[in-house]
Nanobody
């Protein structure tokens, strides 16, 4: 059974940076893809970024391109989301998710993922 545990959320001022982490366990993830989603207050969950574990290929939502970077550490089986130039509209609960599908172009909806973490709150103050 795949388990995902997020951490690293918190409160940051606009323009600041934050890194959230997702520790994965329970499987060999070389054939998996891991994505980050976020759910702002009162809104639907939305795609942020994804990474293919074996190749480290990545995909980003237009709203975060150039500001956020997704990466993975094989030894720690951890996926990171480095968030820079944060804006108040980035405020949300951030979730990581995993799927055995490796085609990042098809992994843009929450229903495309099979396993989810519990989420971590990121709040950006203006």
């Amino acid at each position: 059974q795949v388990q995902l545990v997020e951490s690293g959320g918190g409160l940051v001022q606009a323009g600041g940076s934050l890194r959230v982490s997702c520790v994965a366990s329970g499987r060999t993830f070389s054939s998996y893809s891991v994505g980050w989603f976020r759910q702002p207050p009162g809104k639907e969950r939305e795609f942020v970024a994804a990474i293919q574990w074996s190749s480290a290929n990545t995909n980003y939502a237009d709203s975060v391109k150039g500001r956020f970077t997704i990466s993975r550490d094989n030894a720690k089986t951890t996926v990171y989301l480095q968030m820079n130039s944060l804006k108040p509209e980035d405020t949300a609960v951030y979730y990581c998710a995993a799927t055995p599908n490796f085609n990042l172009a098809l992994l843009l909806r929450s229903t495309d993922y099979d396993y989810w973490g519990q989420g971590t709150q990121v709040t950006v103050s203006s």
